[in-house]
């Protein structure tokens, strides 16, 4: 299957939304990702119920391996995005394990 892209999502909202023309669609949908962004970029936390968390966490300067050389090399601090599934789309996607 492959994947869903943005055009999929704005297809999505264009069928389930009426009133909407396709532009309006597409610029909702942008709207949504953009403001996400914004959020995120400013280190803050997105819960969107029923769905999960989207969670920047900062990790640490830490020693690793060239992994041709071998030789020990720094691996600088960075920012990470971390998303925890909701316990409604955990149970969506392992109906089995109930």
């Known amino acids: 299957m492959p994947p869903l892209t943005k055009a999929d999502i704005v297809e999505a909202v264009y ?8 532009k309006e669609a ?9 403001t996400m962004k914004e959020v995120l970029a400013q280190g803050e ?5 029923g769905f999960g ?9 830490r020693m690793g391996r060239n992994p041709q050389t071998r030789d020990p090399m720094p691996i600088p601090a960075r920012l ?9 789309l955990r149970k969506l996607l392992n109906p089995h394990r109930e």
Do not use: M, Y
């Open 15 to 22: 069928d389930r939304v009426g009133g909407f023309s396709k």
């Open 80 to 88: 990470v995005l971390k998303f925890s599934p909701s316990q409604v």
């Open 53 to 61: 968390n989207f969670i920047v966490r900062h990790k640490k300067e």
């Open 45 to 49: 936390k997105i819960k969107i119920s």
């Open 26 to 34: 597409a610029e909702a949908v942008d709207d949504v990702f953009e």
